[in-house]
């Protein structure tokens, strides 16, 4: 007698099952995880370029960071406009939001021109769907800005 019975084929496809769905979740996490690294990186970038913009006195201007819920924004200037055309957007992934707990109380980062410094030192948080895995963005007075590990 040769073959499979119906039995050992339903097993079969059972273990499948479970091993896919296993990698799918585990692959899921680790997804999520680099989501939030990458947009903090991303996030550190756009402070860095705003900070270093304003030592170089591009266009003879201070610039900033105006951060919302779901995007951050480099602008020129002291204070942010919305809606300026010189404005650059940074979407974040629709996975992620931003909280911020700034010096100031405020949503903006703006530096200084002649040292870099920022009054608006603090943190940025980002977080994956409202739970708990997080990932914060430093900026020390100095105006550096990096991930907390």
Not at 12 to 40: C, D, H, M, P
Not at 82 to 90: A, F, K, L
Not at 107 to 132: E, K, P, W
């Amino acid at each position: 007698m040769r073959g499979f019975t119906l039995i050992e084929l339903l097993i079969a496809i059972a273990i499948i099952v479970l091993i896919t769905v296993l990698g799918i979740s585990a692959f899921s996490r680790y997804n999520s995880g680099q989501v939030l690294k990458s947009e903090a990186s991303r996030t550190v970038a756009l402070l860095s370029d705003a900070r270093a913009r304003t030592l170089a006195s591009k266009h003879d201007s201070r610039y900033g960071v105006h951060f919302e819920s779901d995007r951050a924004i480099l602008f020129q200037g002291s204070t942010y406009v919305p809606g300026d055309e010189q404005n650059e957007i940074m979407h974040l992934h629709p996975r992620a939001t931003f909280s911020t707990a700034l010096s100031d109380g405020g949503v903006d980062v703006i530096f200084s021109r002649i040292s870099g410094d920022t009054d608006q030192s603090g943190s940025v948080t980002l977080r994956r769907d409202g739970g708990a895995e997080t990932r914060t963005v430093i900026i020390d007075q100095s105006g550096i800005a990096y991930v907390e590990e």
